[in-house]
């Protein structure tokens, strides 16, 4: 008979994010996993398969709350333009912090490229959500007079997925707040068209 888990897998995976987070896949071992995890082996080849498994569900669990943290940028803007910004700002404020964590979806591309399908497979999924997130509200700006009626709103919208994938690579290479709040700046008059 097999004895219940006596751990939180929720809780579990969320540690192996971070650890996933700060050394990458290959930096990371099952001990590093293990011990940040407190769990046993066993348990977590029981749980969640090897290594690479465990990596696949963390990087779709950590997109999947990435999303949501989006949807909720919209929620609490008064306009679409304001929800683009809202999720620029927002990053810059909390990628700059010292303690904040490395994104485990852009580790996750520089890391692997394109050689790993299911690896980019979860990642072009999110990235379809951000793209469409972003065109849409790129779109009721301009209908609003927010932006630029002339604006490309697909490749707008390119631009700023870009500018934050960019943003976050500057905030693991040590860019403060003020550095990140000041690139969301610049993309965000981007859309403004010419003066």
Known sequence: MARPRAFDRDQVLDIAIEVFRQKGFEGTSTDDLITAMQIGRQSLYATFGDKRSLYLEALRRYNTNSIVDL???RRDATSPRQAVEALLLAFAEQAGQPAASACLGVNSICEF???DGDVVRI???SGQTLQRFLERNL???QQQGEVDRSLDTRGAA???AVTLMGMKV???AGADTATLRNIAQMAL???DGPP
């Open 71 to 73: 949807l909720d940028a």
């Open 113 to 115: 490229g394109t050689s």
């Open 123 to 125: 990642n072009h999924e």
């Open 139 to 141: 779109r009721e700006a």
């Open 158 to 160: 390119q631009f700023i």
């Open 170 to 172: 500057s905030a693991r």
């Open 189 to 191: 008059r981007s859309l």
